[in-house]
């Protein structure tokens, strides 16, 4: 028997999968080539056919966000500026094969060269795409991957995802990905667990795994003690699991029987859509960087989008925090290329700039106020000044929609605690109506350790003493002063980080819906 391989990555999608390795990363079927190039073109348009009816036919079963992920692949196809390079390589000579690889190639280079993690996660969108028409053009549709399979490889494509089914179990070892991608936001949505930035795998990997995506582990060959130790862990996370659904319906409790709230984050409009506002006390952010994803919204959009969740939430509050692009989120149009973009133009020092995109969405946010309980926050607040600027900024817009006649209200000013200026010296910023402690960016910022860097990541933990004083001061400094402040980072989410905050004064978490479960049954574990 093989002696065991263990190795540690990120867990991008907790949970848990015992079965066999398979390779995501074989070589496909080779093609065989045509007699004239006129035939290979015509392969070709008909392999780009084939691959786009495969996309219709899923986005009639997938869900929004899939869907949403499907039609930006089918609309890729359909570009002419993509097949176009390919096609002109078939006239000069070349295999479709070859023709299409090159193309592709060339665009995926340029993404995968980019120093910001959102074009890197777009590369793996056009490698799927790259590969759906290869394997057209070889009719070697989905090679069967084994029910429970663990697939392990580079990194997986969105639509190879979508075509397995994870009825049976299986999960995701990649050696690079991000906790970033697209997959891996579907992997958390279905509950497939997922590790990515596993290192080097040795290729040609065989027999039997176990994914531990609760702690970002994978062993490959277990001996009987790890099977026997993996499957204990795995029966207390599902048995935590089932004992967290009892919770979901249940206001939040300490064992002491204080009261916590517990908030959702949300990116999406249609991310309300599955949840049941009974569950939760409202949206504790928002974050509206995602609409503005590859064209930036007009007035009209965005008032819709806001005005959908708010009337969802009903009385309870919703919180949308302006535009944070820029750092890991780029938006084509607005965001700049620059050095070291999580210390650059982001967030409010972007709006700030671009006052032309910044009052569209504060006109949006100010019509959709009457249509429910909103409140608004700033993102990467580091001076009062710019609070105070943006705060100008909302009254005079309000005054000039007020003097057209047109319906709006001026909602509550808050503003994000993620740069350290503010947690260090809030005293500056007495006069906002909240804080909400973004721990993400607070946490890299304190501990120069960047969120997206899984080489960095063993520092880039919220519980560090430093950053946990200056959340406990944060706290402090609003009961103090009558201003509510709550969490809106991943570690509100995190049943591990969840005591520790709760102990340093935070009665007001905001977490990803998929953790509301058992962040209230973590809370109700605590004992203060
Ligand atoms: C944070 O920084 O904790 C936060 C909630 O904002 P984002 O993750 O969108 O930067
Ligand atoms: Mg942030």
């Known amino acids: 028997m093989p002696a065991p391989l263990r190795l540690q990555g990120i867990p991008a999608s907790v949970g848990y999968a015992e079965g066999p390795l398979f390779d995501l990363d074989r070589p496909p079927v080779a093609y065989a080539g045509k007699a004239s190039s006129a035939e290979e073109l015509k392969s070709l348009k008909a392999a780009i056919g084939k691959a786009v009816s495969r996309l219709v036919a899923m986005v009639e079963t997938a869900d929004s966000d899939a869907a949403g992920i499907l039609e930006f692949h089918i609309a890729m196809l359909e570009d002419d500026a993509l097949s176009g390079p390919a096609f002109a390589s078939i006239a000069s000579g070349h295999s479709a094969d070859a023709a299409w690889r090159q193309a592709l190639d060339a665009e995926i280079a340029g993404y995968e060269a980019s120093d910001q993690d959102y074009f890197r996660a777009r590369a793996t969108d056009l490698l799927d795409i790259r590969d759906q028409v290869l394997r057209a053009l070889t009719d070697d549709g989905e090679h069967a991957v084994p029910a429970g399979a663990i697939l392990y490889g580079e990194d997986i494509a969105p639509t190879r995802f979508l075509q397995i089914d994870w009825s049976a179990g299986g999960g995701i070892a990649l050696k690079a990905g991000s906790t970033a991608s697209h997959v891996a936001m579907l992997a958390r949505s279905r509950g497939v667990p997922m590790v990515v930035g596993l290192g080097a795998l040795p290729a040609g990997l065989a027999g039997p795994a176990l994914l531990d995506a609760e702690h970002g582990s994978i062993v490959v060959d277990p001996s009987p003690m790890e099977i026997a130790s993996f499957r204990e862990s795995l029966s207390a996370f599902a048995a935590r699991q089932g004992d967290a659904r009892s919770f979901l319906t249940r206001p ?163 503003i994000m605690v993620e740069v350290p200026s503010v947690a260090i010296a809030p005293e500056a910023f007495a006069g906002v109506a909240f804080f909400s402690i973004g721990s993400n960016d607070l946490t890299q910022y304190v501990m120069a350790a960047a969120r997206d860097n899984a080489g960095v990541a063993h520092l880039n933990s919220v519980r560090h003493p430093a950053v946990l004083r200056l959340i406990g001061s944060v706290a402090a400094f609003g009961r103090e002063n009558g201003i509510p402040v709550s969490l809106c980072g991943d570690a509100g989410g995190d049943p591990a980080s969840i005591p520790v905050l709760i102990e340093a004064g935070l009665r007001d978490l905001s977490v990803a819906p998929a953790q509301l479960a058992t962040a209230k049954a973590a809370i109700s574990d605590v004992a203060v």
Not at 291 to 301: I, N, R
Not at 322 to 341: M, S
Not at 388 to 401: P, T, V
């Open 252 to 414: 939040a409790l300490t064992k002491a029987g204080t009261a916590v709230r517990v908030q959702v984050n949300i990116a999406y409009p249609t991310d309300v859509d599955g949840i049941d506002i009974a569950t939760c006390d409202g949206v504790g952010l928002m974050r509206t960087e995602f609409l503005f994803g590859k064209t930036l919204p007009d007035e009209e959009t965005q008032y819709r989008a806001y005005r959908k969740v708010l009337e969802w939430a009903g009385e309870k509050p919703v919180t949308i925090r302006t535009v944070d692009a820029g750092g890991d989120k780029p938006v084509p149009g607005f965001t700049i290329q620059e050095g070291n973009p999580f210390l650059g133009l982001r967030g409010i020092r972007l709006s700030l700039a671009r006052l032309d995109i910044f009052r569209v969405q504060i006109r949006a946010l100010l019509r959709a106020a009457p249509h429910g309980n909103l409140k608004v926050m700033f993102p990467m607040i580091a001076t009062a000044e710019e609070y105070e600027r943006s705060a100008a900024l909302f009254a005079e817009e309000q005054a000039a929609l007020a003097a057209r006649g047109i319906m709006q209200k001026m909602p509550p000013l808050g």
